[in-house]
């Protein structure tokens, strides 16, 4: 298996500018989360699905950010508009079920300038 | 509340010899699981190791080891003979498996940065 694919891996954009970033689970898992990493707040959930739908959204700072996952294979994060404090890393992980580790992909380093 | 405490922000290892990361967690759950993983400074976030809350025995997975100690609600991270590869950030985590509707979310700690010394 080729593991969680997140695209792409760096993204440096301008204040203001939509940013969607994009990831796809391992085959068969059926949880997807999404996590924010900061040198200040560690790493964050932002949101989290179990079979395509949202469970717990709780993470999401703010309206500006949203969450789909249109299928079993391919979720997106967005942000709309960026901000300069919404540069981080940003990661996708997928697990087969509630008891199992999450598996993460590479991440996706965000630079909003 | 903090759900995952680690109280190393670093720790220093000469190479060859055995390191103890800790890490203690707060759960009113009965079902839960600890695991802990690693990240090199490359970024990427490597699983290590995994332990139930319903397991007897200490989980073990090569030169990992985790010391559970379910009464002291902590879930130790032994490292046996450090190598060179393994300096890198260290987090504990734990999912808490609530009853059917709850969260059941992967809370992290907030990491170890281990230095592996030759």
């Known amino acids: 298996d080729a593991g969680v694919i997140q695209s792409p891996r760096h993204e440096v954009t301008e204040m203001g500018q939509e940013v969607t970033l994009r990831c796809k689970p391992i085959?068969?898992?059926?949880?997807l989360f999404w996590y924010r990493q900061t040198m200040m707040r560690g790493l964050e959930l932002l949101i989290y699905f179990n079979n395509n739908v949202p469970i717990d959204d709780s993470g999401m700072p703010e309206d500006r950010f949203s969450a789909k996952m249109p299928n079993a294979s391919f979720s997106t994060l967005k942000i709309q508009p960026s901000e300069p404090r919404d540069s981080a890393v940003y990661f996708c992980?997928?697990?087969?079920?509630?008891?199992?580790?999450?598996?993460f992909g590479n991440g996706t380093r965000l630079t909003v300038t | 509340a903090q759900k995952i405490t680690q109280t190393q922000p670093g720790m220093f290892v000469q190479e060859k010899e055995a390191v103890t990361l800790d890490c203690t967690y707060d759960?009113?759950?009965?079902?839960?699981?600890l695991f802990w993983y690693k990240q090199p400074s490359s970024g990427e976030m490597i699983f290590l190791i995994y332990q139930g809350s319903y397991d007897e025995q200490n989980a073990t997975e090569g030169r990992y080891s985790l010391n559970f100690q379910k009464a002291r609600k902590s879930a130790n991270l032994v490292i046996s003979a450090s190598q060179l590869g393994d300096s890198a950030m260290y987090f504990c985590?734990?999912?808490?498996?609530?009853?059917?509707?709850?969260?059941?979310?992967?809370?992290f700690g907030k990491g170890t940065k281990l230095t592996v010394n030759p």
């Open positions: 085959s068969g898992h059926d949880y």
């Open positions: 992980a997928s697990s087969l079920d509630r008891r199992s580790p999450l598996h």
């Open positions: 985590a734990m999912r808490e498996v609530l009853t059917q509707g709850g969260s059941e979310k992967l809370v």
């Open positions: 759960t009113s759950d009965q079902s839960y699981g």
